[in-house]
């Protein structure tokens, strides 16, 4: 058994830097790399995507970085978990498979993860008595099952572990826990059980803490103008000793900051009640934990406590919410503010002529107070005027697209910065937390040499 395991997290999601894994496989050290592609909308969106076609509803750009890697990989024993499933775990199975004929491997053990696709049994469950109620509101589903669109619960960290135990180097699953990829390996490692609650908290700690990516690092800090070389910032690595303390740095060399302040603003990110973190594999304690810098980027975390978890797993899905759109124009010269609110009138009034009333619509001046709700006393001389509708009748929301362009030549001057066409509708998935009990799930696990 290690004495010790190092984890980094080289993408906090669909989109992330494409250079950042390769940073941590060259440079790294590590003995695990988590790739965590799949935000709430990222589902959504995957959905739609293998709604088009069935070859599609996954994270594309983990296929590719694999194609990069993988005899980096094999050569330097690094194991990798990704949640780059999403909604099509064959389709991206089938993927890894051709760039394993096309690199210079023999072959690779592959982990499947499967079963926090919930969708195909959401009528069952509610036959059965579930209401599917919003964490938030308390309110049920109700008559919005028929729209929904995707429903994936988020399952734990032991059937990573599973797969890692049947010699998988890489592990790829659905919907799970962000903090799951990091905890796996180190309940695959130490050989930690469900009831070793302050083991799992630590480890869910480290997980939280390295699952944005450089959130931990630098990015997004607020202090950003006390940290050095965005430009090549390094990622997050977790080194976790058997007992549960661990310390978070970075790769030597690169850019960003490790500190009692950037690792803290990472851990108040998503948090909820401090004092009951929920996870399927643990409730975790926030409060209980101290942070210590420990060397040049370096903060040790030690002191986690746990407690039970939760008898449900929390669910993300979406439904069909209607259509929106959004237009842009940049307004510029003296009075910017009160002729951008002249021109969002004029739009507004010229719907409401065609008879265009909206469910929600919305005017705000970026550059004047819009991100604060709150205005500024200074007088711009540009600002962007932004409009947004959403409504249930995609005519409507069409119609809105066709007045933003006239204005520049039939309003006030100066009015400019209309160049990506007419803004068509978009679909609405608006979000629906809400939970489901653990007993009705049926996680699977299974290892293909391909």
């Not at 498979?97 to 499967?114: A, N, T």
């Amino acid at each position: 058994m290690k004495d010790r395991v190092r984890i980094a997290n080289g993408q906090g999601f669909w989109g992330d830097s494409i250079d950042a894994p390769l940073q941590l496989v060259e440079s790294g050290n590590i003995d695990y790399l988590t790739l965590d592609y799949l935000a709430e909308v990222t589902m959504s969106i995957l959905r739609r995507q293998m709604m088009r076609d069935n070859d599609m509803g996954y994270a594309h750009d983990f296929v590719a970085l694999m194609a990069k890697i993988l005899p980096q990989l094999e050569e330097k024993g690094i194991n990798v978990l990704a949640n780059a499933s999403g909604v099509n775990p064959l389709g991206c199975l089938k993927a890894l498979r051709e760039v394993v004929k096309d690199s210079s491997l023999d072959s690779v053990k592959v982990g499947i993860v499967e079963g926090d696709d919930i969708l195909p049994n959401l009528s069952e469950f509610v036959q059965r008595g579930h209401l599917f109620k919003n964490i938030d509101t308390g309110e049920p589903l109700g008559d919005k099952l028929k729209d929904v669109t995707v429903a994936n619960a988020y399952i734990s960290a032991f059937p990573m572990a599973e797969a890692l135990g049947g010699d998988a180097r890489i592990v790829l699953t659905g919907r799970v826990v962000d903090p799951a990829l990091t905890l796996a390996p180190l309940i695959h490692e130490f050989g930690w059980g469900k009831a070793d609650f302050d083991l799992l908290a630590s480890g869910t700690v480290a997980g939280h803490i390295i699952e944005c990516g450089a959130q931990a690092t630098g990015g997004n800090f607020s202090r950003w103008w006390e940290v050095e070389n965005y430009r090549s910032i390094g990622y997050p690595v977790a080194v976790v000793q058997n007992g549960g303390d661990f310390v978070i740095t970075k790769p030597i060399g690169t850019g960003g900051v490790v500190n009692r302040a950037s690792v803290t603003e990472q851990i108040l990110y998503e948090l909820g009640d401090p004092t009951a973190y929920l996870s399927p594999d643990v409730t975790v304690d926030f409060t209980s934990f101290s942070l210590a810098e420990s060397g040049e980027d370096c903060v040790a975390v030690s002191g986690v406590k746990g407690a039970p978890p939760p008898d449900h797993y929390k669910v993300s899905m979406a439904f069909h919410g209607g259509y929106k759109a959004t237009g842009q124009l940049t307004v510029s010269g003296p009075k910017a503010i009160e002729k951008g609110e002249a021109v969002a009138n004029i739009i507004w009034s010229r719907l409401e002529q065609a008879g265009c009333n909206y469910k929600e619509n919305r005017t705000e001046l970026v550059g004047a107070g819009a991100l604060f709700g709150n205005g500024i006393d200074n007088d711009p001389s540009e600002l962007t005027l932004r409009l947004s509708v959403r409504d249930s009748d995609k005519a409507k929301v069409a119609r809105f697209g066709k007045e933003i362009a006239p204005v520049v030549t039939n309003g006030p001057p100066g009015i400019t910065g209309f160049s990506g066409g007419r803004p068509k509708p978009q679909e609405v998935l608006a979000y629906w937390p809400t939970t489901v009990p653990k007993e009705w799930l049926d996680v699977t696990v299974r290892v293909e040499e391909i």
